[in-house]
């Protein structure tokens, strides 16, 4: 799970850069000080657990990088040792498949490149969860936008009220408004003979797709206002009914992560940095400390948290005229204009237009071709998603 690298980029206090409408500035960190940052979560699900391993960066800099080289383990309780191996740059997979199991505790060590150790305080899992009902809803949100709702009902076994982190996964089915079954092909000629364009058939894959998106925002809740540890009603996602993604058939993958109060405050915190309104608020701690410590120099910085959590998911489908039943369409991403361009050959080479028809004088004035097209993703859905049908997917 790679909440925590997604959102560690808006903590101001570790220097990183946060997306938003704001007026670049020029600043430098004379002091900038280069921080582990961990995110490492458990779960009982029987995998190959992942680990991720980064450094903090400046402003200046492009982006977070992966902290390659590290040696990483698990160590269980009841003595179990897993050991994890770099799958790719600070991506760690553990060798072996496993659970984490309820009552035992568990402790993190890492090991970097340069010798540095690492490890976590023990941690337990904090409950099994359960996703009671997943669920969609026709709503308006607190803004007066219309839209889709996911919704769900939930509880967790542990004593005391339920702290839960949510991520999902949506796919949803996009049909190319502007598919054609024929296409411009580029005839490449040997000098001094110009390449020119012919039209041939289109493979009808580029017709319809199926793109998957993932949450890249933290989601949590906790009962500590009601009775016990489940829930009702609780909003993990809204779509506006202008969403494309809507149009014709979407699902939604959810999963509940149960974690302990000390991780919900965590992430709470890591939450409250993510947001515009609090990025340069006057009242931001000076560190944001988790549960992961330097063995060597405990007043080392090391941002980030190991968790051992219970997980369940569930996975609802619904078409458009499920609830938008006669109503437009939502529109589509892109409005999908009809040009004749000079220089289309280079255009067509570069999959960057698909073909409509000739133009035979429709598209008057300036410098005009002799093909109307559209851009790509118009008459090609693969610009959005790949075109096989995942194996969960039901109609």
């Known amino acids: 799970m790679k909440v925590l690298k997604c959102l560690v980029q808006a903590v101001p206090l570790v220097f990183m850069p946060m997306q938003g409408c704001i007026e670049p500035f020029d600043t430098s960190y004379v002091d900038f000080e280069s921080a582990l940052v961990i995110d490492a979560t458990i ?10 391993i980064s450094r903090t960066y400046e402003f200046e800099a492009d982006g977070p ?22 799958s790719e740059a600070g991506t760690y997979i553990s060798n072996q498949v496993f659970s984490a199991e309820p009552n035992l505790d568990y402790a993190l060590e890492v090991t ?11 941690v337990q899992m904090a409950g099994i969860s359960n996703i009671d009902t997943l669920f969609a809803v026709r709503m308006f949100n607190d803004f007066g936008e219309e839209g889709m709702g996911i919704f769900m009902d939930g509880s967790s076994s542990g004593d005391g009220p339920g702290y839960y982190r949510y991520e999902y996964e949506e796919t949803y089915r996009i049909v190319a408004p502007h598919f054609r079954t024929e296409d411009l092909v580029v005839v490449e000629q040997e000098p001094p003979l110009q390449d020119y364009l012919e039209l041939g058939p289109r493979s009808g894959d580029e017709f319809v797709c199926y793109p998957t998106d993932h949450s890249i925002r933290l989601i949590l809740n906790d009962t500590e206002e009601l009775d016990g540890n489940g829930y009702t009603n609780f909003n993990v996602r809204f779509i506006s009914r202008e969403s494309y993604i809507l149009a014709h058939r979407y699902s939604i993958l959810v999963r509940q992560y149960v974690q302990s109060k000390e991780a919900d405050s965590f992430y709470s915190i890591l939450q409250n940095f993510s947001s515009l309104e609090s990025l340069f608020s006057q009242i931001q701690p000076g560190y944001l400390s988790g549960n992961i410590f ?14 051992v959590v219970s997980i369940d998911e569930k996975r609802i489908f619904f078409n458009y005229v499920d609830y938008f039943l006669g109503e437009p369409l939502p529109p589509y991403v892109n409005p999908c204009r009809y040009t004749a361009p000079c220089g289309v050959i280079d255009l067509v080479r570069y999959n960057e237009v698909k073909y ?29 998603g790949p075109s096989e049908v995942p194996e969960f997917w039901t109609d």
């Not at 004035?365 to 859905?381: A, L, Q």
Request: charged share 25%; glycine share 12%; aromatic share 6%.
């Open 112 to 122: 970097t490149k340069d010798g540095r150790q690492y490890a976590s305080n023990t």
């Open 294 to 307: 330097s063995q060597e120099d405990r007043n080392e910085k090391v941002l980030g948290y190991f968790g």
């Open 43 to 52: 779960t009982d699900e029987p995998k190959h657990q992942e680990i991720f």
């Open 65 to 86: 990088s992966g902290e390659s080289g590290a040696m990483i383990k698990v160590v269980s309780e009841n003595g179990n040792t897993y050991d994890f191996t770099e």
């Open 356 to 384: 409509i028809k000739p133009n035979e004088g429709e598209i008057r004035g300036g410098c005009v071709g002799p093909h109307i097209t559209v851009p790509r993703v118009c008459g090609d859905c693969t610009a959005l």
